[in-house]
């Protein structure tokens, strides 16, 4: 993977998608003052982030502007517990992560406000984010079948919790 890959976060997306739509770029892309950038991002730190258990963490934890999510860096990424995963673990995410992005280049005249709208989301990148969503959810030992997303954003609290006593 060449150097300089960033992640790109809206700092505003509607509450009425699932996933909040980020770009995975290289430094050749310029970017507006409208949303946060993650430097030095890898295919992984892709998968997590637009990942369900992700989204539901910041759904959770996250300001709003009226009724849609407003992404802090500060409240909802740095305060985020991470998964450690085993190596397979890792890859897979990675996989899962190429596999949203090689869905979204099925669709090269749509924007991603275009391909994350939550009624018609192309059925490849669903299944792709689908897909990853399980496999974030396997590295977090979280219980693919019946995992909620408030028992999610409960067992994230008390990661949280726990990560917050070793400081």
């Avoid at 897979?92 to 992005?101: M, R, W």
Wanted: aromatic letters at 10%.
């Amino acid at each position: 993977m060449p150097k300089g890959h960033f992640i790109v976060v809206p700092e505003v997306s509607s509450e009425r998608r699932r996933y909040v739509p980020m770009g995975f770029m290289d430094d050749s892309v310029l970017c507006s003052n409208k949303v946060r950038l993650m430097p030095n991002a890898t295919l992984y730190h892709f998968g997590i982030l637009t990942s369900n258990v992700h989204m539901a963490w910041m759904r959770a934890v996250c300001g709003r502007l009226k009724s849609d999510y407003d992404y802090s860096i500060k409240i909802v990424y740095n305060n985020f517990p991470w998964p450690t995963p085993r190596d397979a673990q890792r890859a897979k995410i990675e996989q899962t992560s190429q596999a949203i992005l090689d869905a979204r280049t099925l669709y090269p005249d749509a924007s991603l406000a275009d391909l994350y709208d939550e009624t018609t989301m192309p059925p490849e990148l669903r299944k792709a984010h689908q897909q990853n969503d399980r496999a974030v959810m396997q590295a977090y030992g979280f219980s693919v079948k019946d995992m909620t997303e408030s028992k999610c954003v409960a067992e994230l609290m008390r990661m949280y919790q726990k990560l917050a006593e070793l400081r």
